[in-house]
Protein backbone atom coordinates (compact mmCIF):
# COMPACT_ATOMS: atom_id res chain seq x y z
CA UNK A 1 0.00 0.00 0.00
CA UNK A 2 2.58 2.16 1.03
CA UNK A 3 4.82 1.61 -2.32
CA UNK A 4 1.49 2.22 -4.59
CA UNK A 5 0.83 5.54 -2.59
CA UNK A 6 4.79 6.59 -3.39
CA UNK A 7 3.86 6.19 -6.72
CA UNK A 8 1.02 9.22 -6.97
CA UNK A 9 2.64 12.76 -8.07
CA UNK A 10 1.78 15.34 -5.34
CA UNK A 11 0.79 12.90 -2.60
CA UNK A 12 -0.23 14.44 0.24
CA UNK A 13 2.46 13.59 2.68
CA UNK A 14 1.75 15.84 5.79
CA UNK A 15 -2.36 15.65 6.70
CA UNK A 16 -2.09 19.54 7.53
CA UNK A 17 -0.31 20.47 4.17
CA UNK A 18 -2.16 20.04 0.48
CA UNK A 19 0.36 20.39 -2.88
CA UNK A 20 -0.71 23.06 -4.79
CA UNK A 21 0.07 20.91 -8.12
CA UNK A 22 -3.30 19.33 -7.12
CA UNK A 23 -5.32 21.85 -8.49
CA UNK A 24 -3.86 22.86 -12.19
CA UNK A 25 -1.10 20.10 -12.97
CA UNK A 26 -2.65 18.73 -16.39
CA UNK A 27 -0.23 15.17 -15.66
CA UNK A 28 -2.58 14.99 -12.19
CA UNK A 29 -5.99 15.48 -13.89
CA UNK A 30 -5.32 13.50 -16.21
CA UNK A 31 -4.43 10.83 -13.28
CA UNK A 32 -7.93 11.48 -11.66
CA UNK A 33 -9.51 11.47 -14.65
CA UNK A 34 -7.85 7.75 -15.71
CA UNK A 35 -7.93 6.46 -11.81
CA UNK A 36 -10.55 8.67 -10.12
CA UNK A 37 -14.05 9.01 -11.79
CA UNK A 38 -14.13 5.91 -13.22
CA UNK A 39 -14.49 3.97 -9.61
CA UNK A 40 -16.95 6.37 -7.72
CA UNK A 41 -20.26 6.65 -7.37
CA UNK A 42 -21.85 9.93 -9.35
CA UNK A 43 -25.06 11.53 -8.60
CA UNK A 44 -26.11 11.82 -12.19
CA UNK A 45 -29.60 12.94 -12.43
CA UNK A 46 -32.37 13.63 -9.70
CA UNK A 47 -35.11 11.16 -10.25
CA UNK A 48 -37.86 14.20 -10.52
CA UNK A 49 -36.05 15.16 -14.01
CA UNK A 50 -37.45 11.74 -15.65
CA UNK A 51 -40.76 11.47 -13.81
CA UNK A 52 -42.03 9.44 -16.92
CA UNK A 53 -41.45 6.24 -18.96
CA UNK A 54 -39.60 7.27 -21.86
CA UNK A 55 -37.98 10.66 -20.09
CA UNK A 56 -34.27 10.57 -20.19
CA UNK A 57 -31.31 13.02 -19.24
CA UNK A 58 -27.48 12.68 -20.45
CA UNK A 59 -25.00 12.61 -17.81
CA UNK A 60 -21.71 13.96 -19.08
CA UNK A 61 -18.35 13.33 -16.94
CA UNK A 62 -15.11 14.44 -18.56
CA UNK A 63 -15.13 12.23 -21.99
CA UNK A 64 -18.17 9.91 -21.10
CA UNK A 65 -21.60 10.54 -21.31
CA UNK A 66 -24.05 8.28 -20.11
CA UNK A 67 -28.23 8.32 -20.95
CA UNK A 68 -30.26 7.85 -17.84
CA UNK A 69 -33.98 6.74 -18.43
CA UNK A 70 -36.78 5.79 -16.91
CA UNK A 71 -38.18 2.84 -18.66
CA UNK A 72 -41.06 0.99 -18.54
CA UNK A 73 -38.77 -1.55 -16.02
CA UNK A 74 -37.58 0.72 -13.86
CA UNK A 75 -34.74 3.45 -14.10
CA UNK A 76 -31.78 2.29 -15.94
CA UNK A 77 -28.65 4.18 -17.74
CA UNK A 78 -26.22 3.12 -21.05
CA UNK A 79 -23.32 4.24 -22.40
CA UNK A 80 -24.15 6.81 -24.74
CA UNK A 81 -23.02 5.72 -28.12
CA UNK A 82 -24.27 4.41 -31.52
CA UNK A 83 -22.70 0.93 -31.71
CA UNK A 84 -22.47 1.49 -35.33
CA UNK A 85 -19.88 3.92 -35.83
CA UNK A 86 -19.95 6.08 -31.89
CA UNK A 87 -22.45 9.00 -32.72
CA UNK A 88 -23.40 10.48 -29.55
CA UNK A 89 -27.16 9.64 -29.38
CA UNK A 90 -28.56 11.41 -26.93
CA UNK A 91 -27.87 15.30 -25.41
CA UNK A 92 -29.90 17.06 -22.77
CA UNK A 93 -33.44 15.80 -21.91
CA UNK A 94 -35.70 14.39 -23.68
CA UNK A 95 -38.53 11.79 -24.07
CA UNK A 96 -38.29 8.15 -26.41
CA UNK A 97 -41.16 6.45 -25.60
CA UNK A 98 -42.53 7.20 -29.03
CA UNK A 99 -39.36 6.92 -31.13
CA UNK A 100 -36.84 5.38 -29.00
CA UNK A 101 -33.24 6.70 -29.49
CA UNK A 102 -32.45 7.23 -33.15
CA UNK A 103 -28.65 7.65 -35.03
CA UNK A 104 -28.69 10.89 -36.53
CA UNK A 105 -25.71 9.42 -39.14
CA UNK A 106 -27.19 6.56 -40.66
CA UNK A 107 -30.52 6.27 -38.70
CA UNK A 108 -30.16 3.01 -36.48
CA UNK A 109 -32.33 2.59 -33.74
CA UNK A 110 -32.79 1.53 -29.83
CA UNK A 111 -35.75 1.16 -27.27
CA UNK A 112 -35.87 3.09 -23.82
CA UNK A 113 -33.89 -0.44 -22.98
CA UNK A 114 -31.44 -0.48 -24.86
CA UNK A 115 -31.89 -3.11 -26.87
CA UNK A 116 -31.48 -2.24 -30.94
CA UNK A 117 -34.90 -2.54 -33.02
CA UNK A 118 -33.42 -1.24 -36.39
CA UNK A 119 -30.54 -1.18 -38.75
CA UNK A 120 -30.87 0.05 -41.92
CA UNK A 121 -29.73 -1.97 -44.81
CA UNK A 122 -28.92 -4.98 -41.93
CA UNK A 123 -28.23 -7.35 -44.98
CA UNK A 124 -25.24 -5.59 -45.97
CA UNK A 125 -23.29 -6.36 -42.56
CA UNK A 126 -21.89 -9.79 -41.33
CA UNK A 127 -24.39 -11.56 -39.36
CA UNK A 128 -21.50 -11.63 -36.19
CA UNK A 129 -21.42 -7.61 -36.52
CA UNK A 130 -25.12 -7.42 -35.39
CA UNK A 131 -25.52 -9.94 -32.74
CA UNK A 132 -27.56 -7.78 -30.11
CA UNK A 133 -25.10 -8.65 -27.16
CA UNK A 134 -22.74 -6.47 -29.44
CA UNK A 135 -25.39 -4.01 -30.44
CA UNK A 136 -27.57 -3.46 -27.96
CA UNK A 137 -26.44 0.15 -25.70
CA UNK A 138 -23.78 -1.47 -22.82
CA UNK A 139 -25.34 -0.95 -19.77
CA UNK A 140 -23.92 1.36 -16.78
CA UNK A 141 -24.46 0.17 -13.24
CA UNK A 142 -26.94 2.67 -11.63
CA UNK A 143 -28.49 2.66 -7.84
CA UNK A 144 -30.54 5.17 -6.00
CA UNK A 145 -30.86 7.46 -2.71
CA UNK A 146 -31.78 10.90 -2.04
CA UNK A 147 -34.53 11.16 -4.74
CA UNK A 148 -31.59 10.73 -7.16
CA UNK A 149 -29.79 7.71 -9.43
CA UNK A 150 -26.32 7.60 -8.92
CA UNK A 151 -24.05 5.80 -11.95
CA UNK A 152 -20.65 3.95 -11.48
CA UNK A 153 -18.86 3.16 -14.25
CA UNK A 154 -16.98 -0.02 -12.32
CA UNK A 155 -18.85 -3.01 -11.94
CA UNK A 156 -16.94 -4.28 -9.21
CA UNK A 157 -17.21 -1.37 -6.97
CA UNK A 158 -18.97 -1.60 -3.52
CA UNK A 159 -22.54 -0.86 -3.28
CA UNK A 160 -24.00 2.90 -3.11
CA UNK A 161 -25.29 2.66 -0.21
CA UNK A 162 -22.15 1.18 1.72
CA UNK A 163 -19.58 3.19 0.32
CA UNK A 164 -22.04 6.27 1.14
CA UNK A 165 -21.70 5.58 5.08
CA UNK A 166 -23.82 6.50 7.98
CA UNK A 167 -24.68 10.05 6.74
CA UNK A 168 -27.25 7.75 4.67
CA UNK A 169 -29.51 7.12 8.09
CA UNK A 170 -28.25 10.61 9.10
CA UNK A 171 -30.46 11.84 5.69
CA UNK A 172 -33.02 9.47 5.24
CA UNK A 173 -34.34 10.36 8.60
CA UNK A 174 -34.79 13.94 6.96
CA UNK A 175 -37.30 12.41 4.35
CA UNK A 176 -34.34 12.92 2.05
CA UNK A 177 -35.72 10.86 -0.76
CA UNK A 178 -39.24 13.24 -0.86
CA UNK A 179 -37.31 16.16 -1.44
CA UNK A 180 -37.88 18.00 -4.60
CA UNK A 181 -36.80 21.09 -7.06
CA UNK A 182 -37.65 24.40 -6.45
CA UNK A 183 -34.99 26.26 -8.53
CA UNK A 184 -31.89 24.83 -10.42
CA UNK A 185 -28.78 26.93 -11.42
CA UNK A 186 -25.57 26.06 -13.27
CA UNK A 187 -22.29 27.84 -13.95
CA UNK A 188 -19.08 26.96 -15.17
CA UNK A 189 -15.98 28.43 -12.77
CA UNK A 190 -12.78 29.06 -14.07
CA UNK A 191 -11.57 27.04 -11.29
CA UNK A 192 -10.90 23.22 -10.20
CA UNK A 193 -12.95 21.07 -9.03
CA UNK A 194 -11.56 20.61 -6.08
CA UNK A 195 -11.06 24.00 -5.05
CA UNK A 196 -14.76 25.16 -5.58
CA UNK A 197 -16.14 22.03 -3.31
CA UNK A 198 -13.23 23.23 -0.76
CA UNK A 199 -14.79 26.41 0.02
CA UNK A 200 -18.03 24.16 1.77
CA UNK A 201 -15.93 22.45 3.75
CA UNK A 202 -15.17 24.62 6.15
CA UNK A 203 -16.68 27.67 7.96
CA UNK A 204 -13.58 28.98 8.39
CA UNK A 205 -14.28 31.56 5.92
CA UNK A 206 -17.82 32.77 6.69
CA UNK A 207 -17.05 35.79 8.83
CA UNK A 208 -14.99 37.68 5.90
CA UNK A 209 -16.72 35.76 2.85
CA UNK A 210 -20.76 35.71 4.03
CA UNK A 211 -20.19 38.65 7.00
CA UNK A 212 -24.30 38.71 6.90
CA UNK A 213 -24.24 35.14 8.18
CA UNK A 214 -21.36 35.57 11.09
CA UNK A 215 -23.53 35.50 13.77
CA UNK A 216 -21.18 35.30 16.67
CA UNK A 217 -22.09 33.92 20.06
CA UNK A 218 -20.18 35.04 23.73
CA UNK A 219 -17.24 33.40 23.56
CA UNK A 220 -16.76 32.66 20.27
CA UNK A 221 -13.25 32.77 19.58
CA UNK A 222 -13.72 34.25 15.95
CA UNK A 223 -14.17 37.99 17.21
CA UNK A 224 -17.17 40.40 17.59
CA UNK A 225 -20.84 39.98 15.77
CA UNK A 226 -21.16 41.76 12.63
CA UNK A 227 -23.74 43.94 14.38
CA UNK A 228 -20.91 46.04 16.28
CA UNK A 229 -23.27 48.72 18.00
CA UNK A 230 -25.13 45.48 19.90
CA UNK A 231 -22.62 42.45 19.88
CA UNK A 232 -24.35 39.22 20.68
CA UNK A 233 -23.62 39.14 24.54
CA UNK A 234 -25.41 42.35 25.18
CA UNK A 235 -28.60 41.14 23.91
CA UNK A 236 -32.48 40.36 25.71
CA UNK A 237 -33.77 37.27 24.94
CA UNK A 238 -36.34 39.57 22.83
CA UNK A 239 -33.82 40.65 21.05
CA UNK A 240 -31.87 37.12 20.59
CA UNK A 241 -35.12 36.02 18.83
CA UNK A 242 -35.27 38.89 16.66
CA UNK A 243 -31.46 38.48 15.58
CA UNK A 244 -32.12 34.88 14.78
CA UNK A 245 -35.12 35.20 12.56
CA UNK A 246 -33.33 37.92 10.89
CA UNK A 247 -30.21 35.17 10.74
CA UNK A 248 -32.71 32.91 9.07
CA UNK A 249 -34.54 35.38 6.98
CA UNK A 250 -31.22 36.50 5.31
CA UNK A 251 -29.42 32.68 4.91
CA UNK A 252 -33.06 31.70 2.90
CA UNK A 253 -32.46 34.69 0.90
CA UNK A 254 -29.27 33.91 0.38
CA UNK A 255 -28.94 30.25 -0.26
CA UNK A 256 -32.97 29.19 -0.13
CA UNK A 257 -32.84 25.48 0.18
CA UNK A 258 -31.12 26.13 3.74
CA UNK A 259 -34.43 27.68 5.18
CA UNK A 260 -37.18 27.58 2.53
CA UNK A 261 -39.76 30.51 2.08
CA UNK A 262 -42.34 28.46 3.93
CA UNK A 263 -39.67 28.29 6.87
CA UNK A 264 -39.18 31.70 7.14
CA UNK A 265 -42.96 32.42 7.37
CA UNK A 266 -43.30 30.46 10.38
CA UNK A 267 -40.33 31.49 11.96
CA UNK A 268 -41.40 35.68 11.50
CA UNK A 269 -44.67 34.54 13.83
CA UNK A 270 -42.08 33.71 16.41
CA UNK A 271 -41.02 37.44 16.68
CA UNK A 272 -43.04 38.29 19.94
CA UNK A 273 -43.16 34.92 21.45
CA UNK A 274 -42.64 35.09 25.40
CA UNK A 275 -39.10 33.95 26.03
CA UNK A 276 -36.22 34.32 29.42
CA UNK A 277 -34.51 37.44 29.24
CA UNK A 278 -31.28 35.56 29.52
CA UNK A 279 -30.49 35.92 25.68
CA UNK A 280 -28.98 31.87 25.66
CA UNK A 281 -31.81 30.57 27.18
CA UNK A 282 -33.95 32.79 24.80
CA UNK A 283 -32.10 31.11 21.83
CA UNK A 284 -33.13 27.66 23.24
CA UNK A 285 -36.26 28.48 23.57
CA UNK A 286 -37.06 29.90 20.53
CA UNK A 287 -34.98 27.55 18.58
CA UNK A 288 -37.22 24.22 20.17
CA UNK A 289 -40.30 26.70 19.39
CA UNK A 290 -39.05 26.96 15.78
CA UNK A 291 -38.42 23.29 15.13
CA UNK A 292 -42.41 22.29 16.69
CA UNK A 293 -44.20 25.28 14.60
CA UNK A 294 -41.73 24.19 11.41
CA UNK A 295 -42.72 20.47 11.91
CA UNK A 296 -46.50 21.30 12.62
CA UNK A 297 -46.59 23.99 9.73
CA UNK A 298 -45.69 20.69 7.20
CA UNK A 299 -47.77 18.30 7.99
CA UNK A 300 -50.87 21.07 7.98
CA UNK A 301 -49.74 21.84 4.20
CA UNK A 302 -49.32 18.14 3.69
CA UNK A 303 -45.96 17.35 3.02
CA UNK A 304 -44.06 14.53 4.23
CA UNK A 305 -42.39 16.14 6.78
CA UNK A 306 -40.81 14.30 9.00
CA UNK A 307 -40.96 15.48 13.41
CA UNK A 308 -38.19 17.62 13.43
CA UNK A 309 -36.77 18.33 17.27
CA UNK A 310 -37.42 14.36 17.55
CA UNK A 311 -35.23 13.47 14.09
CA UNK A 312 -32.62 16.28 15.01
CA UNK A 313 -32.26 14.67 18.67
CA UNK A 314 -31.30 10.90 17.08
CA UNK A 315 -30.03 11.49 13.94
CA UNK A 316 -27.90 14.76 14.55
CA UNK A 317 -26.95 16.42 11.45
CA UNK A 318 -24.19 18.97 9.95
CA UNK A 319 -24.73 22.01 7.97
CA UNK A 320 -23.26 20.81 5.00
CA UNK A 321 -22.88 17.06 4.37
CA UNK A 322 -20.57 15.62 1.95
CA UNK A 323 -21.13 12.61 -0.54
CA UNK A 324 -17.61 11.69 -2.09
CA UNK A 325 -16.81 12.69 -4.64
CA UNK A 326 -18.56 15.64 -5.77
CA UNK A 327 -22.22 15.68 -4.28
CA UNK A 328 -23.40 17.88 -1.20
CA UNK A 329 -26.72 18.39 0.77
CA UNK A 330 -27.08 21.62 2.99
CA UNK A 331 -30.20 21.04 5.47
CA UNK A 332 -31.04 22.86 8.05
CA UNK A 333 -35.33 22.68 9.17
CA UNK A 334 -36.34 20.53 6.42
CA UNK A 335 -35.76 22.10 3.27
CA UNK A 336 -32.01 21.87 1.65
CA UNK A 337 -29.74 23.47 -0.76
CA UNK A 338 -27.67 20.66 -2.60
CA UNK A 339 -24.27 21.02 -5.09
CA UNK A 340 -22.76 19.47 -7.55
CA UNK A 341 -19.50 19.93 -9.12
CA UNK A 342 -18.01 18.32 -12.40
CA UNK A 343 -14.24 18.99 -13.96
CA UNK A 344 -14.44 20.19 -17.36
CA UNK A 345 -10.77 20.74 -17.57
CA UNK A 346 -7.69 21.27 -15.03
CA UNK A 347 -8.54 24.81 -14.33
CA UNK A 348 -12.67 24.70 -14.72
CA UNK A 349 -15.40 23.16 -13.47
CA UNK A 350 -19.20 23.02 -14.13
CA UNK A 351 -20.65 24.12 -10.46
CA UNK A 352 -24.93 23.23 -10.04
CA UNK A 353 -27.04 24.38 -6.93
CA UNK A 354 -30.27 23.40 -6.05
CA UNK A 355 -32.74 24.70 -3.95
CA UNK A 356 -34.87 21.57 -1.97
CA UNK A 357 -38.37 20.93 -0.59
CA UNK A 358 -40.80 18.68 1.38
CA UNK A 359 -43.77 19.70 -1.40
CA UNK A 360 -47.20 18.36 -1.27
CA UNK A 361 -47.04 15.08 -3.52
CA UNK A 362 -50.32 16.39 -5.26
CA UNK A 363 -48.71 19.94 -5.32
CA UNK A 364 -48.78 21.31 -8.82
CA UNK A 365 -45.38 22.63 -10.17
CA UNK A 366 -43.30 23.38 -13.04
CA UNK A 367 -40.05 21.41 -12.33
CA UNK A 368 -36.91 22.48 -13.22
CA UNK A 369 -35.68 20.29 -16.77
CA UNK A 370 -32.18 21.64 -17.01
CA UNK A 371 -30.29 24.57 -14.42
CA UNK A 372 -30.71 28.14 -15.33
CA UNK A 373 -27.40 28.65 -16.41
CA UNK A 374 -25.61 32.26 -15.75
CA UNK A 375 -22.40 33.28 -15.78
CA UNK A 376 -20.14 32.62 -12.87
CA UNK A 377 -20.14 36.67 -11.66
CA UNK A 378 -23.69 37.14 -12.78
CA UNK A 379 -25.93 39.18 -9.89
CA UNK A 380 -28.83 36.64 -10.82
CA UNK A 381 -27.36 34.11 -8.44
CA UNK A 382 -28.45 34.22 -4.76
CA UNK A 383 -26.30 36.10 -2.26
CA UNK A 384 -24.39 33.33 -0.87
CA UNK A 385 -23.25 31.18 -3.87
CA UNK A 386 -22.05 35.08 -5.66
CA UNK A 387 -19.67 35.63 -2.80
CA UNK A 388 -18.58 32.51 -2.74
CA UNK A 389 -18.14 32.62 -6.46
CA UNK A 390 -16.33 35.42 -6.14
CA UNK A 391 -13.16 34.70 -4.17
CA UNK A 392 -12.64 30.85 -5.99
CA UNK A 393 -11.06 32.38 -9.49
CA UNK A 394 -8.56 34.75 -7.46
CA UNK A 395 -8.06 31.56 -5.48
CA UNK A 396 -7.06 29.46 -9.06
CA UNK A 397 -5.00 32.74 -10.47
CA UNK A 398 -3.79 33.08 -7.05
CA UNK A 399 -1.91 29.35 -6.97
CA UNK A 400 -0.08 30.28 -10.16
CA UNK A 401 1.58 33.90 -8.70
CA UNK A 402 4.50 32.37 -8.00
CA UNK A 403 5.74 30.45 -5.01
CA UNK A 404 2.89 29.31 -3.36
CA UNK A 405 4.10 25.49 -2.89
CA UNK A 406 0.98 24.14 -0.42
CA UNK A 407 -2.36 25.35 1.57
CA UNK A 408 -2.12 25.32 4.91
CA UNK A 409 -4.91 23.56 7.04
CA UNK A 410 -6.41 23.67 9.95
CA UNK A 411 -5.89 20.32 11.39
CA UNK A 412 -9.49 21.11 13.62
CA UNK A 413 -11.91 23.07 11.23
CA UNK A 414 -10.65 22.70 7.69
CA UNK A 415 -9.91 18.33 7.86
CA UNK A 416 -12.47 17.97 5.51
CA UNK A 417 -10.58 18.79 2.91
CA UNK A 418 -7.41 16.79 3.97
CA UNK A 419 -9.35 13.84 4.09
CA UNK A 420 -10.92 13.71 0.92
CA UNK A 421 -7.48 14.62 -0.79
CA UNK A 422 -6.00 11.46 1.22
CA UNK A 423 -8.90 9.42 -0.23
CA UNK A 424 -8.43 10.49 -3.63
CA UNK A 425 -4.78 9.76 -3.89
CA UNK A 426 -6.07 6.10 -2.53
CA UNK A 427 -7.87 5.57 -5.93
CA UNK A 428 -4.94 7.28 -7.71
CA UNK A 429 -2.65 4.81 -6.13
CA UNK A 430 -5.41 2.14 -7.08
CA UNK A 431 -5.77 0.78 -3.37
CA UNK A 432 -8.31 -2.57 -2.77
CA UNK A 433 -11.80 -1.36 -3.07
CA UNK A 434 -13.37 -2.03 0.16
CA UNK A 435 -9.89 0.46 1.75
CA UNK A 436 -11.21 2.93 -0.43
CA UNK A 437 -14.95 2.19 0.75
CA UNK A 438 -14.03 2.37 4.53
CA UNK A 439 -12.09 5.66 4.12
CA UNK A 440 -15.07 7.22 2.47
CA UNK A 441 -17.53 6.34 4.89
CA UNK A 442 -14.81 8.76 7.41
CA UNK A 443 -14.65 11.04 4.69
CA UNK A 444 -18.43 11.32 4.50
CA UNK A 445 -18.54 12.94 8.03
CA UNK A 446 -19.46 16.57 7.33
CA UNK A 447 -18.81 20.21 7.57
CA UNK A 448 -15.85 21.48 9.60
CA UNK A 449 -14.34 17.75 9.98
CA UNK A 450 -11.28 17.55 11.90
CA UNK A 451 -8.48 15.96 10.30
CA UNK A 452 -9.46 12.00 10.84
CA UNK A 453 -7.57 8.43 10.17
CA UNK A 454 -9.28 7.10 6.93
CA UNK A 455 -7.51 4.33 7.25
CA UNK A 456 -3.88 4.37 5.22
Not at 18 to 46: G, S
Not at 406 to 428: A, H, P, T, V
Request: hydrophobic share 40%; charged share 20%.
Amino acid sequence: MASALDQVPFRVTDPELIPAERYYDEAFFRLEQEKLWPHVWQMACRLEEIPNVGDYVEYTILDKSVIVVNTKNGVKAFHNACRHRGVRLATGPGNCAKTGFICPFHGWRWNAEGQNTFVFGKQIFSDALLDHAEIDLPPVRVEFWAGCAFINFDDDAPALLDSLGPVVETLNARNVDKLRMDWWYGTILPTNWKLAMEAFMEGYHVMKTHPQLHYIMPGNSYGRDVDEALPAGHLDGRQMVGRMVDFYARLSSGMAGMVHETEVAVLEKLRDMDVPEDPMAALGAFMARAQEEVTRDGFARGAPMFDIPSVNQEKPFHDVEFMFPHFFLLPSFAAMSSYRIRPLTAETCLFEIWSLVLRPEDQPYDTPKGPTMLPYDSPEFPEIPMQDYSNLPLQQLGLHAGNFKFMRLSKEQEGMISNYQRLIDGYLAGLDAEVLRKGQTVVNSGYNAPILDIGF
